[in-house]
């Protein structure tokens, strides 16, 4: 492409969206205001997966013994997870900025939350035969 000045331009996307594995933690890493506190949390959020062992308190391990709170959480964090992998993949507005915020709010909540409602939650009887 040639301007008017006869100098040759090329055209860059405006935006590149990470692959969508990344996605996810592109959208936290873009809702943090300061750069270094976004990596930190981009890490934390991966880094977290590692203490989940000791920060289930239930008594069972499978979710179709769990109680009702350990399977609304897990679905609140499936829907905050899909939609920071959305978001990830789409350009940044105010509303969506908002909504990523929130979705990461819920992501970490999902983890920093957990040895409470697995503590306190009535599970089912778990069969002689496991």
Same mark, same amino acid.
């Given at each position: 492409?040639?301007?008017?000045?006869? &100098?040759?331009?090329?055209?860059?996307?405006?935006?590149? /969206? %990470? &692959?969508?594995?990344? /996605? %996810?933690?592109?959208?936290?890493?873009?809702?943090?205001?300061?750069?270094?506190?976004?990596?930190?949390?981009?890490?934390? /959020? &991966?880094?977290?997966? *590692?203490?989940? %062992?000791?920060?289930?308190?239930?008594? &069972?391990?499978?979710?179709?013994?769990?109680?009702?709170?350990?399977?609304? /959480?897990?679905?609140?964090?499936?829907?905050?997870?899909?939609?920071?992998?959305?978001?990830?993949?789409?350009?940044?507005?105010?509303?969506?900025?908002?909504?990523?915020?929130?979705?990461?709010?819920?992501?970490?909540? *999902?983890?920093?939350?957990?040895?409470?409602?697995?503590?306190?939650?009535?599970?089912?009887?778990? %069969?002689?035969?496991?």
């Amino acid at each position: 492409d040639t301007s008017v000045t006869g &100098v040759q331009t090329c055209a860059l996307p405006i935006y590149i /969206a %990470p &692959v969508w594995y990344y /996605a %996810p933690y592109y959208t936290m890493l873009r809702a943090i205001p300061d750069p270094l506190g976004g990596l930190i949390i981009m890490g934390a /959020a &991966v880094a977290i997966f *590692f203490v989940v %062992p000791w920060l289930d308190q239930s008594k &069972v391990a499978s979710i179709r013994y769990k109680g009702i709170y350990s399977k609304i /959480a897990i679905a609140l964090f499936g829907i905050s997870f899909l939609t920071l992998g959305y978001l990830g993949t789409v350009s940044v507005t105010e509303t969506r900025k908002l909504i990523s915020i929130i979705c990461t709010v819920m992501y970490f909540a *999902f983890f920093l939350l957990m040895p409470i409602y697995t503590k306190f939650e009535k599970t089912l009887e778990v %069969p002689e035969r496991l």
